[in-house]
């Protein structure tokens, strides 16, 4: 059956989601279709096999809007190998429904695989909890990520996960009683690679590890003083094979412990991400003990700590031939800890820096006096940008930038600055800024460079003037592959709620996430929300905090390198 919706927007974001994803599959595909004109606008004729190979490209949201093309399309996309992709959030609304469709339909459990399955709290004495266990039970040789708030119910489905490869237990309650009662014996996750803990955790949660058998790639702790019999150990035992650290909170007595933590970091040898979380780490001591004793084999590609210019030299020298990702804090104002990035110019993919300083020339110095096109990303946080002139020429001087936020920085936005971004970045996925700060008309920047520039962005959080202007000036512009929205209000005042509706229906069409403001008195109402709801299909829910947006990988040039999965995060 022949489906034609030539004037559907959904269609077309769809087919540009297949050819730029697929171009050189397709080319291969089109070489063993003669009849077909390699530059015809036409998708070809694939076998269901071959289709469903394409759609297995594709997330989740997109998944689910093709299935609206055609009859045949829907079951394709239904099919059981592309179960796979879909992430099961289980909660007291669902869990129900979920029960009573496997207790009804057993013939269909082999199909039910998941990526990923998040479970919310619950009760473990709530008469919905066993319903929990059998719906956990019953999809547990398919379950290969797994996330959960009670250690209760990992007890329970403990000999279930034979397949398990990550363990997020990030978000566990603090209820000190779940981890006395628990009778978790983690030697029987065999395939485990991957373990995240809370931050405020519990001594007996790391007693419970000790059972972890298998070698471990990635994992979170935390160090705290009464615990570091039980975690320092662990981590010793988990240190030649790992690649992936976090270390989400120090409070520990350095000159008890200085001798032990050298001991232990020097037993790493594959490290490849080192995280130190910047919210919980307030002493550089604890970072230098750490980098210092890390061997040089260690092929860091990303490090975030709290830092100095001796640290930074530090880093350079060990390790400037492999890293790609820096996520730097530094609180004083040395304008060396800025010009020490300078060795590093030309191999940095990813840079996140936070520095509480007036930055002149340094700024400039340290990371783009000359075009720099290794930068992708760049995050600056803090920093008090006083020469606009400098700020102008950075920007010029990073041209491949995908990412950039400045939604922290202290710089004046005013119309120069954000023409400067959209003439000279026009290869951003991702673009983050404060609002803007110029007291002229919107009129001003009918004549500038505008945002339809950056038509391949992803992600925008910005005030509403640069998406006035394409409406002002009936342009007509959409983009195409935005999916993440903030809009933010600024001087000129252009926020109504008839504004707000007319920017985002006419512009976003694949918008799936969208917020307003923190400010309470100018956030999107429930109205407003449903009314742009009945316009894009696409849109699902709303992110609270800018600081929450999560980029995709797949926005990211060379992310298909493991060495580079953690890079977006950090930005």
Known sequence: MDIHIESCALEQVFK???????????????????????????????????????????????????????????????????????????????????????ERRKDLLEYLTYESVEVNEYRTNSPNFQSLVKVLRNLGTHIFKLKLRKLSTLSSINDHLPNLKELDLSQLLPDSE????????????????????????????????????????????????????????????????????????????????KLELQEVFKKFVQLEVLIIDLKYILTIDFSKIILTSLPQENSLTTIETICDADLINLIVRKWSSSLECLRLRNNGVQGDFIKQLSSLNGKLRHLHLYCSA???????????????????????????????????????NLPNLTVLNLIHCKVDLDDESMECIFSHLVHLRHLLLKPCTSDEYIESLYEKANITNLKWLHTLVSCYCPIAVLSDLNLNFKFRELNKLGLQTCSRGRDGPDYRLKYINECFPALEELTSEDDTDNMLTLDEFQEIHKNLPRLREGFQNYSNIRISNKAIPNSDNHKSKRNNEIL
Request: neutral net charge.
């Open 16 to 102: 540009k989601k297949i050819t730029d994803t697929l171009r050189g599959f397709l080319e291969i595909i089109m070489d063993a279709l003669t009849d077909v004109p390699l530059d015809s606008k036409l998708l070809p004729v694939l076998s269901h096999k071959m289709l469903i190979r394409i759609f297995s490209y594709l997330s989740y949201g997109d998944l689910q809007q093709i299935k609206f093309v055609c009859k045949d399309w829907y079951h394709l996309a239904s099919a059981p190998e592309l179960q796979g992709k879909f992430k099961l959030v289980i909660t007291e609304r669902n869990l129900s429904d979920i029960y009573d469709f496997m």
């Open 358 to 396: 007036f930055i002149h020339e340094e700024l400039l110095d340290g990371l783009a006096l000359k075009t720099n096109v290794m930068l992708t990303g760049l995050n600056l946080g803090g920093i008090n940008i006083l020469n606009e002139e400098i700020f102008h020429q950075l920007l010029q």
């Open 178 to 257: 779940q981890y006395s009662k628990s009778q978790v014996n983690f030697g029987k996750f065999g395939s485990l690679e991957s373990l995240l803990v809370p931050v405020f955790s519990n001594p007996t949660l790391y007693q419970l590890l000790s059972s972890v058998k298998v070698p471990l790639k990635k994992l979170s702790v935390t160090l705290f003083s009464d615990w570091m019999h039980t975690v320092l150990p662990f981590l010793k035992t988990c240190a030649s094979l790992l690649r992936w650290l976090e270390i989400n909170r120090i409070n520990a007595d350095l000159g008890v412990h």
